[in-house]
């Protein structure tokens, strides 16, 4: 079946720190690969995609990078913000599926 | 900016009553849209996929009579949460894919906060 397992929260990092946020995944053919960031009170905005095996998805500085042999997504950013205070969703969509999201990281970067 | 607009953002209703959520498409055209409910440990469950000019397919253990889901129009989906109870407070969040194909993003509304009391 397909589903995503992300690292459970919360996490908190001080201003200017490195983040990483592991995202395994599980699917039958090849998936594409997204991952998403909700801000306070709002609804999901995409962050980043991958759609095939080593493609990189980059975005305001995060990164992750679609590794096939390991079934991973991880998300990196080299220095997080305080802005960057939100919950992260790793998602994936098989060839004609519906998307499957993992449960969210909670990120909390104090100054 | 968005592409998805969601409305209203809050809603407080009384038990028993109906409410009515909307969300609409931008500036494209979406055949399909995807109404989530978000709990408290902000996991996404996928509630139903609505269909425009047919009916909704729901997800196991949604209530489809209880969340009438319409989507009249290739821009403009509904859900309804009818009788509603207090079990019924959630975060309630619409999507769509922007392309045709299976990879293409999703774009999510920005949510509707629903408290019944």
């Known amino acids: 079946g397909n589903s995503v397992t992300q690292m459970e929260g919360p996490v908190t990092l001080s201003e200017e720190a490195f983040l990483t946020i592991n995202c395994t995944y599980t699917?039958?053919?090849?998936?594409?690969l997204f991952w998403y960031v909700q801000y306070p009170g709002e609804g999901l905005q995409l962050l980043l995609k991958?759609?095939?095996?080593?493609d990189k998805g980059s975005n305001k500085g995060f990164e992750a990078t679609y590794r096939k042999e390991t079934t991973s997504f991880h998300l990196e950013k080299g220095s997080v913000q305080v802005s960057d205070s939100a919950v992260y969703f790793c998602?994936?969509?098989?060839?004609?599926?519906?998307?499957?999201f993992g449960t969210g990281t909670s990120l909390t970067v104090i100054p | 900016g968005a592409v998805v607009s969601q409305h209203p953002s809050r809603v407080i209703c009384k038990s028993g009553t109906s409410v009515k959520i909307e969300c609409r498409s931008l500036?494209?055209?979406?055949?399909?849209m995807f109404w989530y409910r978000q709990f408290p440990k902000k996991s996404l469950m996928l509630m139903a996929t609505?269909?425009?000019?047919?009916?909704?397919?729901?997800e196991q253990g949604v209530e489809k009579d209880k969340f009438l889901i319409n989507h009249a129009s290739l821009t403009l989906s509904t859900l309804t949460v009818t009788s509603a109870h207090p079990e019924d407070s959630s975060f309630y969040i619409c999507?769509?894919?922007?392309?045709?194909?299976?990879?293409?993003?999703?774009?999510f509304g920005n949510g509707t906060r629903l408290t019944v009391t």
């Open positions: 999507s769509a894919a922007l392309g045709g194909s299976y990879n293409s993003p999703l774009h």
């Open positions: 699917a039958t053919g090849y998936p594409s």
């Open positions: 991958a759609t095939k095996a080593d």
């Open positions: 998602a994936l969509t098989p060839p004609a599926g519906q998307f499957y």
């Open positions: 500036d494209f055209q979406a055949t399909t």
């Open positions: 609505s269909n425009e000019g047919s009916k909704a397919t729901y």
